[in-house]
């Protein structure tokens, strides 16, 4: 999905779809198989760009064109990645609840504060780009705030909960608060900019329809008679090099922004939920 909403054109995706698929089916690279789900997205988003080969005449654009709606086009990204780490903060909920850590579930930055506490937040946001009252001051306080003091308290409040006889942890209590500050700057900023960093969904799908227009430019298209093998060559240029960028740019969402709030390498082997209850 996030590899299409980059990489929307009909023709370079069917290339990936087509090319992936094949490689898959007679190379057995599972890589490949990768590649060509990608191509689908490609081709999906490229009938709602209106793009195909870099051509951006040949379709009318079924949702919008990027190029046209640049800031759109960066406001959606960045509530898209709000949406994506939210259902990873459900993800972790999820784990915690059947794995039974309840300090986790309840105080953890991903889990039920931190889903309340950058949730509201983003409503709050949401509220206000679509030009709606926002909560009063002393709501967004209280939502915000309690969550953010239930993360900043975890270590404690988990021992609270698992009834355990030493509440604080050992060493200096002045200390503990200091480290708790810090650490909170720390989750409000990664909730900041792991947000942000969703912004590249958005500008990938404009330096994609970028660079097209420039192969276009060099190939002389607005003069009427353009060079068909600058076109050709433009274009296997564009997907070889972007496609690459732009599928870097997924794993690095996907594991970074996503994952980690859900994974936890503890070194234990995988066994998943289904195959431990069989």
């Not at 330096?207 to 227009?213: L, V």
Request: with cysteine; proline share 3%; net charge positive.
């Amino acid at each position: 999905l996030m590899f299409g909403i980059m990489f929307g054109d009909v023709g370079q995706g069917a290339c990936l779809l087509v090319g992936g698929l094949l490689l898959y089916k007679f190379k057995h690279l599972r890589i490949a198989g990768i590649v060509g789900v990608a191509g689908i997205w490609s081709v999906l988003f490229g009938f709602l760009y209106g793009s195909v080969f870099g051509f951006e005449e040949l379709l009318p654009a079924l949702w919008m064109k990027p190029m046209d709606n640049i800031m759109p086009t960066l406001m959606l990204a960045i509530g898209f990645g709000a949406v994506l780490i939210l259902i990873a903060m459900i993800l972790n909920i999820i784990n915690a609840v059947k794995a039974k850590e309840y300090g986790r579930l309840l105080f953890s930055q991903s889990g039920l504060a931190g889903f309340i506490c950058y949730g509201f937040v983003v409503l709050c946001a949401l509220l206000f780009i679509t030009g709606h009252g926002i909560p009063a001051t002393i709501l967004i306080g209280i939502v915000v705030g309690v969550p953010l003091v239930a993360i900043l308290l975890k270590e404690p409040l988990t021992h609270l909960v698992e009834r355990k006889s030493k509440i604080f942890p050992e060493g200096s209590k002045v200390m503990f608060f200091v480290e708790a500050l810090v650490e909170g700057f720390d989750v409000v900023l990664s909730y900041a900019t792991n947000t942000i960093s969703f912004v590249r969904v958005g500008a990938f799908a404009l330096s994609h329809a970028g660079m097209m227009g420039v192969v276009m430019t060099l190939a002389g298209l607005e003069k009427g008679s353009p060079n068909w093998i600058v076109i050709i060559l433009g274009n296997a240029l564009v997907a070889g090099l972007e496609g690459l960028v732009v599928g870097i740019q997924v794993l690095r969402l996907e594991y970074y922004e996503m994952f980690s709030r859900f994974y936890s390498g503890s070194g234990k082997p995988f066994i998943s939920f289904k195959k431990r209850n069989q």
